[in-house]
């Protein structure tokens, strides 16, 4: 068994988990080799961050868009949006991030969005440009 099937058995049996983040799509809330502290989702709002298992793995992106039982999610950091999901798919929420010792929020600040929408224009700013 992967790490990654542990977590998810582990949350289907009402346990909560905490493991090492990696990758930079929920920056500057999330950042690489963070630590996350999921429980087993009870229920879940915009503005929540998630985890799923989607294709790639395991993904912690926020909840941007709910209707009925059918969620969008994206990364913080992400330029676009997931492909819709079930509820049902998702296996906890994000409730904080350990990160140098202290708990820190998931939720987005100002500050956050910000910093987020900077990069984003950074990056396209060095991009070459199509042909």
Not at 17 to 32: K, L
Not at 100 to 116: C, D, E, I, L, Q
């Amino acid at each position: 068994m992967d790490a990654s099937e542990l977590i998810v058995d582990l949350l289907s049996r009402g346990h909560a988990v905490e493991f090492q983040v990696h990758g930079d799509s929920m920056y500057p809330v999330i950042r690489e080799n963070d630590t996350l502290h999921v429980e087993p989702l009870r229920s879940c709002a915009r503005g929540d961050v998630v985890l799923v298992l989607a294709e790639r793995g395991l993904t912690a992106h926020r909840v941007i868009s709910k209707r009925g039982t059918t969620l969008i999610l994206r990364g913080d950091n992400a330029p676009a949006a997931d492909d819709p999901i079930e509820e049902s798919q998702v296996l906890g929420k994000v409730t904080f991030v350990l990160r140098g010792g202290k708990k820190r929020g998931v939720f987005r600040s100002a500050v956050a969005r910000a910093t987020a929408f900077l990069r984003r224009i950074r990056k396209r700013r060095l991009s070459p440009p199509h042909s």
